[in-house]
């Protein structure tokens, strides 16, 4: 079993909800041999620097998150892909500590799987940029005003990616024009959504 690391020990420590479950996927997974770290403020398990897992806390169920959970065989029918935009990440939800202790073994196999599929230097093929849908009002809106199009083109593909998703998301095209409207000057200034 690898090593607790103390850095990591504050988020089990502040935990008010599942505390018991976080503690038991945190031994099952530091059993399988995985190193500890802190990132984006929760427990994440690397082999050899490369992120396999990442505990989740939420408030209906708590989670492990497997990075490339989509390239993963699942027997069990287990692994979750949060929504239809996530294209790597799969979790296995938890209600209770007692679930998760009788998915144990079940649960030390997909992370064992999970660190083959990184030593095998397996990817997920991520759609691109291209291979999204861009709205009609923002293409028609990029052909009135070629500077807004020049300045898209620029952004980097997860920009890009991050607009065209944020402007397909309505059914209504009014609220659709008004995403766009709203980004115009952030675009035209190179920056992305959330800049």
């Given at each position: ?119 095998a230097g397996m990817k997920v093929d991520l759609k691109k940029t291209e291979d ?22 620029a952004l980097t593909p997860g920009r890009q990616r991050a607009y065209l998703f ?30």
């Open positions: 079993m690898n090593e607790m690391n103390p850095k990591v020990d504050f988020f089990f420590d502040k935990a008010q909800k599942w505390r018991e479950e976080f503690e038991i996927l945190r031994n099952i997974v530091l059993a399988c041999g995985l190193a500890e770290e802190l990132k984006w403020g929760k427990p994440c398990y690397s082999s050899k620097k490369s992120n396999i897992v990442i505990i989740q806390g939420f408030k209906e169920y708590c989670a492990l998150l497997f990075f490339k959970g989509a390239l993963l065989n699942d027997p069990n029918s287990i692994l979750i892909q949060q929504t239809e935009n996530v294209q790597s990440g799969r979790q296995i939800r938890f209600t209770s500590a007692q679930v998760i202790v009788e998915m144990e073994p079940v649960l030390k196999a997909y992370i064992e799987e999970a660190i083959e599929v990184e030593k999204f849908a861009i709205p009609e009002e923002f293409q028609n809106k990029m052909d009135e005003i070629p500077a807004l199009k020049t300045a898209f083109d944020y402007f397909s998301q309505p059914k209504q095209s009014k609220t659709r024009m008004s995403r766009i409207e709203k980004s115009l000057r952030h675009i035209i200034d190179g920056k992305g959504l959330n800049d």
